[in-house]
């Protein structure tokens, strides 16, 4: 009878191999051997389990048959005379002597998600799966089920970016469960292509490649990065202090201090705001899709925080909670009055000019305006906003920026750093992803532009020609001291006559 013959595995190929959680995600940067590894545990699992079905799903079946199919008829040795498993074209399955079936199956559209409704497999193994949004995720943990003694187990592999980027680094990376998902089901094994021996024995170059790549893209396909990924859109938001970029700038300070100093960070633990602040409303609306209300307080400097949100999102990404407007702003008004930042300020609102679109009867706006929450059209020009926003999350060569996010922002959190270019507009931000709270920020910054910031000056002292005139050493000298942010000393009153004189 032939034998099966597998190449030896790595270590972290191994780890996934006898991995028997629920979940096991092999995840991490390119060339770690995980479409090898998917691929050989559902060979193992259907020569111990005589009558299981497996499948393997990807997002395009020219993809299954480059990444899966041809490699499995090599190795199973299809359509030889000492053939291990058949391999049927018309309805893309191997079938092994045992009776053991591992299925072909691709899932790019809306319209693949029917094909998979009444299909129930024992093991399902998803490749790429950052490249499916969680819905399909969903889709697919209801397709693995049976009344059989089979494992019921769906085996994950994926790098870093894609539109799936967030749910499998909430489950896998921040380990943030909602309700209903057990923590004890889910496994992730890094994988890093230092761990694929094979592929460093056969192909050492590929590894000079890597580092070679631009420093974003090497992070995330050399080292796994999942705070970064190429594509990116907002590639230099930082939800954590930034230690590489204060070390560069010779700041030594820990984590914690730079965060509490507001350095190399853009998400902040919330402070009581100076009721001297301005306090504005960005909003975007949505009905299906989430609905997105911002709430930002101005300090003297004209540096934004984004203090407060309301999210109309349902629980799953990008899913509204198909409120009607009264209901919406209902709520707003509520929160304005209660809240004690809110309450009593006068607010300055700003939204998307289609709110005020009245074709089919009374426009958003109006129905806001009658419920006492009032806005300005915004400034809907995608380049000049996106730019806008840009700039302000920049940061000095000090560490500060002019854009913050409080700490219980989390809607902002979650969906601001999954967001990517448009594959065809390459300078504006693809449409497919969560945007909403993107869209009411860029509403913000263009109502209160900003000019980009200063780069650093070369430091020329030891080589210019000035040097000839120094009387001391540039390194002995400190660092100059920053000064503190302006305040401006008048009443409340005042500053409200001021503001009213400019507009009249």
């Known amino acids: ?14 780890l996934f191999l006898t991995d028997e959680h629920k979940y096991v995600c092999f995840g ?75 299925l072909f199956r691709y899932l790019d559209a809306e319209s693949d998600e029917g094909r998979f409704q009444g299909t129930e ?25 049976g009344v059989n003694g089979y494992p019921k187990r769906i085996y994950l592999s994926c790098n870093p970016g894609g539109v799936g980027h967030e749910w499998v680094k909430r489950l896998f990376i ?59 859109f907002f590639e230099e938001l930082r939800l954590e202090p930034d230690l590489a ?31 001297r602040w301005k306090i504005c409303r960005s909003f975007d609306w949505g009905y299906r899709r989430p609905f997105s209300v911002g709430w930002w307080a101005v300090d003297f400097d004209g540096v934004v925080y984004r203090i407060l949100e309301l999210y109309g999102c349902s629980g799953t990404p990008n899913e509204g909670v198909k409120w009607v407007p009264e209901q919406v702003f209902r709520e707003v008004a509520r929160i304005e009055r209660e809240h004690r930042w809110l309450r009593g300020k ?56 002019r854009l913050y996010v409080f700490s219980n922002c989390r809607a902002f959190i979650r969906t601001l750093p999954t967001l990517r270019y448009d594959p065809l507009r390459p300078e504006d931000l693809d449409t497919d992803g969560e945007d909403h709270i993107a869209d009411e920020t860029r509403y913000l910054c263009m109502s209160r532009p900003v000019a980009p910031g200063q780069a650093a000056m070369p430091d020329n002292s030891n080589t210019g020609p000035l040097r ?16 503190e942010r302006m305040r401006v000393v008048r009443s409340e009153e005042e500053a409200s006559g001021k503001e009213q004189d400019n507009t009249t």
Not at 1 to 14: A, G, Y
Not at 121 to 145: G, M, S, Y
Not at 369 to 382: H, M, P, Q, S, T
Request: charged share 30%.
């Open 1 to 14: 009878m032939p034998e099966l013959q597998i190449p030896q595995p790595s270590e972290k190929q191994r």
């Open 28 to 102: 991490g940067a390119r060339g770690g051997g995980k479409s090898w590894a998917l691929r050989v545990k559902a060979v193992l699992l259907c020569e111990k389990y005589p009558g299981i079905l497996c499948c393997i799903v990807r997002k395009t079946y020219p993809e299954l048959r480059a990444n899966h199919i041809r490699q499995l008829k090599a190795l199973l040795r299809c359509g030889q005379t000492d053939a291990l498993a058949r391999y049927n074209d018309s309805d893309k399955s191997l079938s092994f002597p045992n009776g053991s079936v591992i």
């Open 121 to 145: 497999v024992d093991v399902l193994f998803l490749d790429e799966a950052t490249q499916q949004p969680e819905r399909r995720w969903n889709i697919l943990k209801a397709c693995v089920r």
């Open 174 to 232: 921040d380990r943030r469960f909602k309700e209903g998902e057990n923590p004890d089901d889910y496994a992730f094994i890094q994988s890093l292509v230092t761990d694929n021996t094979a592929l460093m024995r056969e192909q050492p170059e590929y590894l000079e490649q890597l580092r070679s790549l631009p420093p974003r893209q090497r992070e995330a396909w050399l080292y796994g990065r999942w705070d970064i990924f190429e594509g990116q």
């Open 245 to 275: 970029a204060a070390e560069k700038a010779g700041c030594t300070l820990s984590p914690e201090e730079l965060r509490r100093q507001h350095r190399w960070t853009h998400v902040i633990e919330p402070f009581e705001i100076d009721p």
């Open 346 to 401: 006068r607010i300055r609102g700003v939204a998307d000019p289609a709110i005020w679109n009245a074709e089919r009867g009374e426009s958003i706006a109006e129905t806001a305006e009658k419920l006492g929450v009032y806005f300005e059209k915004g400034d809907n020009a995608r380049l000049p906003g996106w730019m806008q926003l840009h700039y302000r999350l920049s940061f000095d060569e000090q560490g500060f920026a």
């Open 468 to 483: 000839l005139f120094l009387d001391i050493d540039e390194k002995s000298l400190p660092p100059a001291p920053r000064l």
